[in-house]
């Protein structure tokens, strides 16, 4: 369209009219309608997850005990060893080098290198691959070695001091011969042993002691011990998984936009590989998410 | 858009990020450890103000690798004042969320016992004679 048309449609119709206008010439915060419209998609993500972990807070402060993350999560691969937290800071740190590989892919969109963002993406999959191999290691531990399952959760803590009580009632002791107490605050996790049902057949189930409260509000009532809240195995799965569920995608997306990439599909739109831009605001997204992910769960 | 700074520089806020993030989970890690006895077992702060304390400096530090993953990475400290605006006023009503949904879990687990008490009480039985409520057979019936 010639200046002067131009110019003669402002004092006619006004900016509106200006057919360059609907074809998208002036971009809304200067970003492009893509990038804008994946910031308000993560906004409304991060409302989700925020409502999921608002939920864990919320079912936590309702129970009376609940489970210690440095006891729960501390199984790691290969060694049988307690440590707590180890595993857990090795998937952070995993999603944190994905991020920075990411963000260096981005940098090399910008220069339009074709082969540096191919090569750093490449690297960003592979970090979170590994996330979710660890992830499903994380999870193998719990449900199988553990008994952890959205419905049941055997990691419990004592909500006061007490003693062991044998089968017939009397005070259990130790192999060394001294009293077997527990103290309020201490984590215990329940196992499972096979028992045989009244129909003959063995069913699997866990081992509950009996045992007697000797301090506090409780003292001197008796009962077994009890597995701990439910909801913990329900949340942790539930939320950990959306969180999971979001690298899996981020993985499978990466994938098509490096195969794009090196393709040159995007060299030829000529515009600083802006997709790459976009699947990377999604990817640093799901290491945000992560960070509130392991404040909640492993470090509070 | 990072347009105004040098490759160098891009390059720079890279590394500079991978160990900020790092160094800060470390330090949580570590005083996540300290604090419940897993490195000194006579030190622990898992009660009172000691553990409002330990809270705190956890919710400090993932807030400023939030930040940093916000600004930086994901390039917020480059955008136009209005996109930054529209993205993070709306996640101020998560504080609300927040001291809603606490308030509504303490209430709870406060008043357990009560609840397991009302759910296990039973009813009086009615008493003999005139039957009361206006949605009894009888009364419907005048």
Redesign the interface.
Known sequence: MAETSVAHAHETHGQGDDPQLWEGAKE????SYGK?MM??F??SD??TF??FL??Y????????TWP?P?FVFASFPFVKAHW??VFV?FM??VL??S??T???AV?EG??ENQRGVVFWMFLTILGGATFLGSQAYEWTTLIAAENMTVKQNPFGRHIADGIFLNEDGTEAKKPDGTPDTFHK?ESYLLHMHPVRQSDGTMKDEFIQRKMKYTTGAYAGQTGIQELGPKAFGALFFFITGFHGFHVFSGVLFLSIIMINAASGLYAARKNGYEMVEKI??YW??V??VW??V??VF??? | MAGHQTYEEQKALVFRGLMILGAVTIVEVVIALFAKGHIIPSIRFTEGFGHYLYMLLMIGFSLFKAYFIVFYFMHMAYEVRGLVLSVLLPTTLLIWAIIAFFQEGSSWGARRELIKEKNEEVAKPMPAGKPQGYLLPGVMKG
Request: proline content about 6%.
């Open positions: 809304p915060f200067k970003a804008l910031w308000y993560l906004v991060a409302f925020a409502g608002i939920a807070g919320a079912l936590r402060f309702s129970m009376p210690e440095d707590p937290l800071t952070t740190f944190i080098f991020s920075v990411m963000v260096r940098q910008h220069r605050g990377g605001l640093h997204f290491d945000l960070v509130f392991f404040l492993y470090l509070l």
